[in-house]
């Protein structure tokens, strides 16, 4: 019996070795989709509420580092983010449409909806720099039926949140801090749409 259970801890042990050293030379595993949209005509719309003009240029700002990230994977045929911006431009009760109307309205299927809750850039205590902080939160609404197809079970869609801070430099302006969050914000949205792999 002693003999056996020694065998069996060399196992494990040599399983654990074997996990150890596949872990370094493949990697972490591959992360899956939260969601796999259709391949069908996709709007992103981003939309921040704030009356500032620098809400609405975040926002779109926001908006072209996600498709560019959504393309850069081929997770569906996009609308191009001049063709909203036209149509936009065009209407005087845009702000008021519902996504689905505006959907509609560039020949849309599913929009990729992302409410900028939260978009600040505030100076550090003690001058040290300036600190940026977005939150979002995402779905896709099916344009036909209005119905969310993404999160189901998240009425108001899925929360996410980036900051970041800029140490000892306080000649950087807001808007450079605020490009600091929404780059890797926009990576990481994107990425509740393809499988992906961590980098180790």
């Known amino acids: 019996?002693?003999?056996?259970?020694?065998?069996?801890?060399?196992?494990?042990?040599?399983?654990?070795?074997?996990?150890?050293?596949?872990y370094k030379v493949v990697g972490p595993p591959a992360v899956p989709a939260k969601y796999v949209p259709e391949k069908k005509p996709m709007l992103v719309l981003v939309e921040h509420f704030q009356r500032q003009s620098t809400s609405r240029a975040n926002a779109d700002s926001l908006a072209r580092y996600i498709s560019d990230q959504l393309e850069a994977?081929?997770?569906?045929?996009?609308?191009?983010?001049?063709?909203?911006?036209?149509?936009?431009?065009?209407?005087?009760?845009?702000?008021?449409?519902?996504?689905?109307?505006?959907?509609?309205?560039?020949?849309?299927?599913?929009?990729?909806?992302?409410?900028?809750?939260?978009?600040?850039?505030?100076?550090?205590?003690?001058?040290?720099?300036?600190?940026?902080?977005?939150?979002?939160?995402?779905?896709?609404?099916?344009?036909?039926?209005?119905?969310?197809?993404?999160p189901r079970d998240l009425t108001e869609g899925y929360e996410l949140s980036r900051n970041t801070q800029i140490e000892g430099d306080r000649g950087r302006d807001a808007r450079e801090v605020q490009q600091r969050v929404n780059v890797p914000l926009a990576d990481e949205i994107a990425k509740l749409f393809y499988k992906w792999k961590p980098v180790f």
């Open 1 to 22: 019996m002693r003999a056996l259970a020694i065998t069996l801890l060399l196992m494990t042990a040599g399983c654990t070795v074997l996990g150890v050293t596949a």
């Open 73 to 150: 994977h081929n997770v569906a045929p996009l609308v191009p983010f001049e063709t909203l911006s036209n149509f936009r431009d065009s209407r005087s009760d845009f702000s008021t449409m519902s996504i689905t109307a505006i959907g509609q309205a560039v020949e849309a299927e599913q929009v990729l909806y992302v409410q900028i809750v939260k978009a600040e850039v505030l100076p550090v205590a003690g001058g040290a720099g300036m600190q940026g902080e977005t939150q979002v939160r995402v779905k896709v609404v099916n344009v036909a039926s209005g119905e969310t197809m993404w």
